[in-house]
């Protein structure tokens, strides 16, 4: 088996180090070169200067054997990627005449002309491999000396990503034997503390899969990441360790298992969809300071049709009382805020909506608001079943701290309320088997 090689990328703009772009490229690259079994180092944003990114790649194959330099492939002056990493190669610029016709070919199918600053896009280095960009103007280039790799990709998302799935990656692939698979298990109900304390032994132990844990948004995340001459032997190791995790003290609090970043990225909205599916049950919700937070994320997923039957936006007392059937003596004994009013509100909505399983929200996001009873990141939950499914009901009041800022207040009370909810629906399905 070859050495394992090591990778680097470099973003090059200085819009990048402005903050006038967000630099996507670089999470996508991790991603796929994960897939490829190329560890990746360190990433590195430079600005458009010759001498800085000179540096750059200097201290780059000091450590790692390839790198990826994504943007400054244009036509214009301040676009000095490819004549730098040719310099740092010793490489000449020459005309590569595909470039040209497919260039001036793009050109033209736009109806627009062809002008001489456009000529630069034309030149590759000597000798290197030129990926074809069939959705913009700048080819990517690959340069293999030494030893030493570069690969150079255009800076637009989309080019990079459709030139890298369809070119790059056959290109790379000969320089690692082996990939990488990873699997998360998700937790809620357990910190991240707690739940490193109880594999840290698993953690230090484990070379191949390796283990662990991260505090997600809505979660706590235990990320088992195994290295393998093919996916289907990594992903063995992942499932044989995931299962001895399971049998740990922690198995009891994990609610979702992901292979992909965008599952693990909205874990608590496909695992409601899910659960609810499998159950063949309904959902709705009645929201309060999330303000429809939990239908949107839902319906940001296909298949929610399925499953949501609708929302209630509760903001003022009197659609609480007039829409969700909250009595004024709860509003005037307890508050709005309250885990009294949250069950009102969450029966209000199951019957109003028709749905099988509802959670109600309400709280004080911020910044103003709060009491020194009731201090800003309070917020009340509840989850109600249909009187169809024996109208159980279970209320929950949450302390987020007052530091945090009104959206994630509200982007942690939509997450808590939807655990809730397949907690729920799970425990209906229990009776139903």
Known sequence: MQNHISAEIISVGTELLLGDITNTNTAYLARRLAVLGIPLYRQTVVGDNDTRLTQALQEAYNRSELVILTGGLGPTCDDITKETVAQYFSLPLEEDAPTRAAIESYFHAKGRSFTENNYKQCL???????????????PGIGIEQDGKYAVLLPGPPHELKLMFEETVMPWLSRLSPDTLYSLNLHLTGIGEGKAESVLREMMDSGENPTIAPYAGEDDVRIRITARAESEEQAKEMCTAAAEKIRETAVGKYIFACTDTPEAAAAVVEHTLLSVFSKHGLTFGAAESCTGGMVCERITALPGASAVLQGGIVSYANTVKTGVLGVS????????????????????????????????????IAGPDGGTAEKPVGTVCFAV???????????????HYRSGLTRERIRRLASGRAMQMAIAAAKEVGARQA
């Open 124 to 138: 590759v280095p000597a000798g290197a491999t030129v990926f074809t960009n069939s959705w913009g103007t700048a």
């Open 328 to 363: 004024q003596e709860i509003l005037d004994t307890y508050g709005a805020v309250s885990e009294p009013c949250a069950a009102q509100m969450a029966v209000g909505a199951a019957a109003q909506l028709g749905c099988d399983i509802a959670v109600a929200i309400t709280g």
């Open 384 to 398: 109600a079943c249909s009187g169809s499914l024996g109208g159980q009901l279970h209320t929950y009041t949450e």
